[in-house]
């Protein structure tokens, strides 16, 4: 079974006071840390086997696991450093991991309700080292669109942007990956995934459904909030 690696090792600081005292990854949405909604969109689709990634407060992460159990998963929490990058905390990983297997990857933030065994088949598919999915961002303001004489003619609430792609993490890696990655201070999303590119070695993987990153205090209320309102499309 494909082992699945959630990075949960970052400080957090732009959500609020929470992150003082716990790891961004155990603030809540709902009872349940946005890590654990996280772990059981994999769950969903079919994966049991998760690495845990943990760095600033990682004691947290792990005692919380290990009182709550999720049926049918093997959690184990791995301490990546309290600095290291993105990278980096992959890079110290590649002792789990046997050569010629394939792992995922995803942030301790972002929920979606992307489907894990489609994006799985597309990377086996395409016979590259990475694969990355991508989203279109939800805008941050209203569009206005307006005519030739500034009468509005449209407005969309938070229309989701359709011009360009971002990195929605969701990654499938091959071992190779471990070649890209020289050192615990490097981000994946810089000379890595750069690499990559030059040498054709990434596909990306279009997710158009929901995407959400929980990155200040207002995501976190958004996300809360749809919770309440059983909107949560990631469950």
């Not at 969903?44 to 290990?66: R, T, V, W």
């Not at 093997?74 to 990983?93: A, W």
């Not at 993987?205 to 990631?234: E, S, V």
Request: glycine residues 8%; aromatic residues 12%.
């Amino acid at each position: 079974m494909t082992k699945v690696v959630i990075l949960c090792g970052g400080l957090g600081t732009r959500i609020g006071h929470e992150t003082k005292y716990k790891p961004k990854p155990m603030v809540k949405i709902g009872q349940y840390p946005i890590l654990e909604h996280i772990i059981n969109i994999y769950v969903k689709n079919g994966f049991k086997e998760f690495i845990l990634a943990s760095g600033y407060k990682s004691q947290m992460i792990k005692n919380y696991f290990k009182k709550k159990k999720i049926k049918g998963t093997k959690i184990k929490t791995v301490f990546t450093g309290k600095n290291s990058l993105t990278g980096g905390r992959i890079k110290k990983l590649k002792k789990y991991f046997e050569k010629n297997e394939k792992f995922m990857v995803t942030y301790g933030d972002g929920l979606s309700n992307i489907n894990i065994k489609k994006l799985l088949k597309f990377h086996e598919k395409h016979k590259k080292i990475a694969t990355m999915t991508v989203i279109h961002p939800p805008a941050r303001f209203g569009e206005a669109i307006l005519n030739k004489n500034d009468f509005l003619v449209k407005f969309e609430e938070k229309p989701q942007v359709n011009q360009g792609w971002i990195n929605g993490g969701f990654f499938v890696f091959n071992y190779e990956i471990f070649n890209f990655i020289k050192h615990e201070y490097i981000m994946l999303e810089k000379e890595p995934i750069k690499s990559l590119v030059k040498r054709k070695q990434i596909k990306v993987f279009k997710h158009h459904g929901f995407w959400k990153c929980m990155d200040t205090l207002r995501d976190k209320i958004q996300l809360n909030t749809m919770l309440k309102k059983n909107k949560a499309p990631w469950l």
